[in-house]
């Protein structure tokens, strides 16, 4: 198993929603991590989870809340969204902690805030 | 602070023919790792290519291949023989690696195939 998948492919929730994305991978990654890309722009990085902790966090507003339960699963809570938060999120991970390797993402998730 | 530099916004490549995207770097690191990745309209990020900053060779992936220029800190990727499928957005990534793990992407060269 050679890929990093996540659900769902879209969502569409209301700014008082709160909703979940879900990442995983099999391949034995150790790192993992969560960008916001926008359209025609490069993803920026949210937060970087090395050995199931969090390493990095790119000062996130609190209403996205990652979570690593182990090393295969990566979760992005979400709550109270705002109209701005619409973007692509995509989860991907990294051999090791360091990404020497290049990362491995996923196809993203398209999110629409109402 | 590391940054990546991509000047060419949208490029465009006849079938069959040859294209180079630019891209250069800033850094104060002697060690790091440089990489292409491709994303086509299905959204993914796709790794294209990876060279090592300690090794001279340039790297290859069959039509992919870089000319890396260490010390003007260039970073070039060159597609030969070029297909429809190669229509993306490309991106220059630099990467430290290592107990910071920040991935940091340029901003990105549009890439056309034209029939």
């Known amino acids: 198993d050679t890929e990093v998948t996540q659900t769902p492919k879209h969502l569409v929730m209301g700014m008082t929603n709160k909703k979940s994305l879900k990442c995983e991978q099999h391949m034995g990654h150790r790192a993992m991590y969560w960008y916001k890309q926008k359209a025609k722009k490069p993803p920026e990085l949210m937060f970087v989870?090395?050995?199931?902790?969090?390493?990095i966090n790119e000062s996130v507003p609190s209403r996205f809340s990652p979570e690593c339960p182990n090393s295969s699963l990566l979760n992005l809570h979400l709550h109270a969204l705002q109209p701005e938060d619409s973007a692509l999120y995509l989860c991907a991970s990294s051999l090791g902690g360091t990404g020497s390797y290049g990362y491995t993402f996923g196809s993203g998730t398209r999110l629409t805030v109402v | 602070a590391q940054t990546v530099t991509q000047s060419q916004p949208e490029m465009s490549v006849q079938e069959a023919e040859t294209v180079t995207l630019s891209c250069t770097y800033d850094?104060?690191?002697?060690?790091?790792?440089l990489f292409w990745y491709k994303q086509p309209p299905s959204r993914q990020m796709i790794l294209v290519i990876r060279?090592?900053?300690?090794?001279?060779q340039n790297a290859t992936e069959n039509r992919f291949s870089v000319n890396f220029q260490k010390a003007a800190k260039s970073f070039s990727l060159k597609i030969s023989d070029s297909q429809l499928g190669d229509a993306a957005m490309y991106f220059c990534a630099y990467n430290y690696g290592g107990a910071t793990n920040k991935l940091i992407f340029g901003t990105g060269t549009l890439l056309a195939v034209q029939p």
């Open positions: 850094t104060s690191e002697s060690d790091y790792y």
């Open positions: 060279q090592e900053a300690y090794k001279q």
């Open positions: 989870y090395s050995y199931e902790k969090l390493s």
